[in-house]
């Protein structure tokens, strides 16, 4: 037995998975709505597509000698014998979704976001986890640089009215295929000099993508990588320009940022912009969103010749930075008593649910004081009082918990009372 597989003791989640339990989940709920809004704001549309894939649309998609590809995947080998892979990020889907569906040939803007589980084999601790959620935004067929601005402005925007300030925005090119392998064989040379200093895997790196060196996380080979050449000296006349423009836009949106030299990004396929904003006070996770172009990757893995751009962030590490606190609960709490009025307090429920209030109902024979008891500890608004009398009658006592009154009426009444407080108190 490996030693993360679960024995039958203890059947607790897979290591480097969480729940986001009650009084948490309002607070993904409510950042999730926010970035809905937000992302929307700038036209983007939501596109959700499996969380399994075909092995091979990361292989080519991320990249062969990606840490993603090479060591990170959950990939299993299904019943009819398919090698799946559970997405550990999210371009290649939606580069295979817009093939598919010919998306490109719709003549719509192709702007799209997602929020969703990706699930990478990575070492667990804090902000990294095996099962975490992204958000990622995609834009296809958009060759301005205006539009490398416009997606760092929306990512800032998007901290901001999370109220989330202490970040700084790094921003660099990674050259193309014109001016890479210029830089990656001086690169090479310089590494190649200092191959006994590096770690076992940029030593790896040295035949594979020099350039990835820089997104080493040890310190010995960051050290190193300091004293590289840096790609900025090797772009090419397009890229240049590219980059010049971008910074431009950039600086028009006011949107601080730094030029990080060192910022490759660890996928293979990146040209040009690529950009990160990181927590200041992050420790060592602590790369909130990352992101940039590829202007190959969908004609590399064969489809059509659209170049794309986007990002990925963290809800892990963004819900670490966020302060934001949940909306308390308004809802309506039924006590009831006796058979009969057990059934009326059903049918009351429904009604006071179907009006549009939260309502709640507890069975288990217990008594009045019990029940009232239980209203108060989980904070209800208002509490229904249906006995047998009131079931009789028709005419049932709501209590406002916060004012301490108590009024009777038709349940039409006090649906109206609930839903409109201040019309009605105006009223009396
Ligand atoms: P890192 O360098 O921290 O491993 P990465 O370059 O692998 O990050 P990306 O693939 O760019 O990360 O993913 C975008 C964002 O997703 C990251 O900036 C981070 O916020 C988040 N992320 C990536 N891997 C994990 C993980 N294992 N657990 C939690 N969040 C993650
Ligand atoms: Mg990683």
Not at 123 to 137: E, S
Not at 272 to 284: A, D, P, R, W, Y
Not at 397 to 421: S, V, W, Y
């Amino acid at each position: 037995m490996s030693p993360d597989s679960p024995s039958k003791k203890e059947l607790i989640a897979v290591k480097g998975t969480h729940d986001i339990l009650p009084g948490e989940v309002e607070i993904w709920q409510k950042v999730e709505a926010e970035v809905k809004r937000l992302v929307e704001a700038y036209g983007y549309r939501e596109l959700r597509a499996p969380i399994i894939e075909p092995t091979e649309l990361f292989e080519k998609g991320t990249g062969e000698t990606t840490d993603i590809v090479t060591k990170e995947m959950y990939t299993f080998i299904d019943k009819s014998g398919r090698s799946i892979t559970l997405r550990p990020e999210y371009t290649p889907s939606v580069a295979r979704a817009i093939v598919e569906h010919r998306l490109d040939l719709l003549g719509t803007p192709m702007r799209y976001y997602t929020i969703g589980p990706m699930f990478r084999y990575d070492k667990p601790q804090k902000g990294r986890y095996r099962q975490f959620h992204q958000v990622d935004i995609e834009v296809f067929a958009e060759k301005d640089p205006a539009i490398d601005a416009e997606i760092v402005e929306m990512a800032d925007s998007l901290l901001r009215s999370l109220g989330v300030t202490e970040t700084e925005t790094r921003v660099n090119s990674v050259g193309c295929k014109a001016c890479r392998p210029d830089f990656s064989r001086a690169l090479r040379e310089r590494a190649e000099a200092v191959r006994d200093k590096l770690c076992e895997d940029c030593r790896r790196k040295i035949e594979t993508n020099p350039l990835r060196i820089f997104d080493c996380k040890v310190a010995g080979c960051r050290e190193q990588a300091r004293a590289f050449p840096k790609i900025t000296g090797y772009l090419c006349g397009e890229c240049r320009d590219h980059f010049a423009a971008f910074r431009r836009f950039l600086d028009l949106s006011g949107v601080g940022y730094k030029v990080d030299e060192n910022l490759v990004r660890g996928l293979d396929y990146y040209t040009k912009t690529t950009f990160e904003v990181i927590n200041l006070s992050g420790g060592q996770q602590n790369a909130v969103l990352g992101g940039g172009r590829y202007d190959d990757m969908m004609k590399d893995f064969g489809g059509p010749d659209i170049c794309g751009i986007g990002f990925a962030m963290g809800m892990e590490r963004l819900m670490a930075m966020i302060t934001l606190k949940p909306e308390p609960r308004r809802f309506l709490y039924v006590v009831h008593a006796g058979e009969a009025a057990k059934a009326k307090a059903v049918e009351l429920a429904r009604f006071f649910r179907r009006g549009g209030v939260e309502t709640l109902i507890e069975f288990g024979g217990r008594s009045f004081k019990n029940q009232f008891g239980r209203a108060n500890k989980l904070g209800s608004s208002w509490v229904l009082i249906v006995g047998e009398d009131e079931a009789a009658k028709g005419i049932y006592q709501l209590k406002d918990m916060a004012a301490g009154t108590q009024t009777g009426g038709t349940p039409d009444e006090l649906l109206r009372r609930i839903l409109r407080p201040s019309c009605e108190s105006a009223g009396d």
